[in-house]
């Protein structure tokens, strides 16, 4: 058995062919990255930062999020990678590759190799291991492929000058190794991946016929043996820290855009290194909301790892650090505004309430030609989470216009905590609420000379925001935010039973998942350009 170290390749000279060869190689290096690459994505969930503590428990308490990825779910990236991969790189190419030797009674032999194809390619088994406190090693064994081409040869002296071509085919079977350690680097996950390997069990030479000289062939075995070993162990760790690069810059361009909508978008460089048990994968994020060249800040977080367990595959961490400043954010880009009309509003208002409706309001859904109902928030929402659940207090305005009319018949504002459970099935957001306190103040009749509103009116408002308004404003919420989760691409994934367990100052979201094809194919389209 051969091993060749590949830490410090060099690589060899090829000739202007070498960008073909470039991405030949990523045939069997990309049965190793995949798993990687998926580690990162959604470690690196998402974004850079400036600069990163060394010591994770001292960059807890400025974490506003933290990814866990668990050894299941690192074996399920790891197993449905390689068909993927081969369909992509089946027919990738080498370079052409010359050399030269002298031979007693022969004189000087010209060779040169090319038009190399790699075809048959088949994965026997793709392995990986956490090292705890290190990084992760990967293994694929049994990486067979049938290598095809043309030798092109002259040999000669001063008596006699000899040129030749002839077509060959190398059988390989080969183990490829890496053993990738995740850093802060740049403030996003990063990963050195110059210790690399190459186990070759066996690299045999077949020419066209085998009618050509026994020394010849000898020749050409040891050439290309020499040849196939160096390209290889000079590429891979080449490519291998290229698409290093391009999954950095891939990752970050992922995050910003997942975590940007308008002016609204969340920092969440990493906070400390990446910490690797024997059991899962954990990441530790800023989750900073930015709007308007203005960014939340974040120092006394309550992260502990102990917060998290190891029963689903995927943990994500939030804190109502980061949840606040949203809120904050989408109230100054006017976001939460709700205008309702016509049908639509009088059909609203047909829900049975136990207070009789003011006659003020009945004619003017009834009897005006398009009476429209404007409620807004008129203050910053504030989110409280503790174990009792997530409760949302915030203050509404509303106003309700009858047709044509300029100003509104009647005004008021409302008080509101309401306790809110979030689930998500079928790629859809559901969101469940349950008012512990509904209040109307400063309630004004404004085209009837009535400032203030009797008992019985006052009543109706009150019942009337708790049973139709908060209702609408959750429904609405849930078509608004499933939106924006499909068109940040949260719908290609495949969620499996996701749970959202609210703790004393944060929320714990748990769940299982299958492959994302699609940040594979993704990531390689963008890699293939």
């Not at 066209?208 to 390209?231: C, H, S, Y």
């Not at 002016?263 to 989750?287: C, F, L, Q």
């Not at 708790?466 to 935010?481: A, C, H, N, T, Y």
């Amino acid at each position: 058995m051969n091993t060749v170290n590949c830490k410090q390749s060099t690589g060899l000279k090829t000739s202007t062919d070498s960008q073909k060869g470039e991405i030949s190689m990523r045939t069997m290096l990309r049965e190793v990255f995949p798993t990687l690459l998926l580690l990162l994505l959604l470690l690196s969930v998402f974004g850079a930062s400036q600069a990163c503590l060394p010591d994770p428990a001292s960059a807890y308490r400025f974490t506003g999020a933290v990814c866990r990825l668990t050894y299941p779910a690192a074996a399920v990236l790891n197993e449905k990678t390689t068909k993927v991969i081969e369909a992509a790189f089946q027919h990738a190419r080498y370079p052409s590759m010359k050399g030269e030797k002298s031979l007693l009674f022969i004189g000087r032999v010209i060779y040169g190799l090319d038009n190399l194809e790699v075809h048959n390619l088949s994965i026997g088994r793709s392995e990986f291991e956490l090292h705890p406190g290190e990084g992760i090693g990967m293994e694929i064994t049994n990486v067979s492929a049938v290598f095809r081409g043309t030798i092109q040869y002259g040999y000669g002296s001063w008596l006699v000058n000899v040129k030749h071509s002839i077509d060959f085919e190398i059988e390989s079977q080969i183990d490829l190794g890496i053993n990738p350690k995740l850093y802060c680097g740049e403030g996003k996950v990063a990963a050195d991946t110059s210790d690399c390997y190459l186990n070759f069990h066996k690299l045999r030479l077949h020419l066209q016929g085998d009618k050509e000289p026994n020394w010849l062939k000898r020749l050409f075995t040891d050439f290309i043996t020499f040849t196939v070993k160096m390209a290889i162990k000079g590429q891979i760790c080449k490519e291998i820290n290229k698409l290093a690069n391009i999954l950095a810059d891939f990752i970050q361009e992922t995050a910003e855009h997942f975590l940007t909508d308008g002016d609204i978008s969340v920092n969440i460089g990493i906070t400390g290194p990446p910490v690797i048990t024997a059991n899962y994968i954990e990441s530790y994020h800023k989750g900073l909301t930015n709007y308007n060249n203005t960014s939340a800040v974040i120092n006394d977080s309550v992260f502990h790892p102990s917060q998290l367990t190891e029963n689903r595959m995927l943990y994500f961490w939030l804190s109502d650090q980061v949840l606040n400043p949203l809120l904050t954010a989408a109230y100054k880009d006017g976001r939460f505004q709700l205008n309702i009309s016509g049908a639509e509003l009088t059909e609203l208002f047909k829900t049975n309430l136990s207070s009789a409706m003011p006659e003020c309001i009945r004619k003017c859904l009834l009897e005006s030609a398009s009476p429209e109902l404007r409620v807004w928030s008129s203050s910053v929402p504030y989110l409280n989470i503790s174990t009792l659940g997530m409760t949302v207090l915030v203050k509404a305005s509303g106003q309700l216009h009858c047709g044509s009319q300029s100003a509104p018949t009647i005004f008021f504002e409302t008080d509101v905590d309401l306790v809110v459970a979030a689930s998500y099935a079928d790629k859809k957001l559901l969101l469940q609420g349950s008012p512990s306190k509904v209040s109307v103040i400063q309630p004004e009749m404004l085209l009837q000379n009535q400032p203030l509103l009797n008992e019985t009116q006052l009543e109706f408002l009150r019942e009337a925001v708790e049973k139709i308004g908060i209702p609408k404003v959750l429904s609405v919420l849930e078509v608004e935010l499933t939106g924006l989760l499909d068109k940040q691409g949260v719908n290609f994934f495949d969620i499996v039973n996701p749970e959202v367990l609210p703790r004393d100052g944060f929320v714990v979201i748990s769940m299982d998942f299958g492959f994302p094809h699609h940040l594979l194919v993704e990531f390689l389209k963008k890699t293939l350009q």
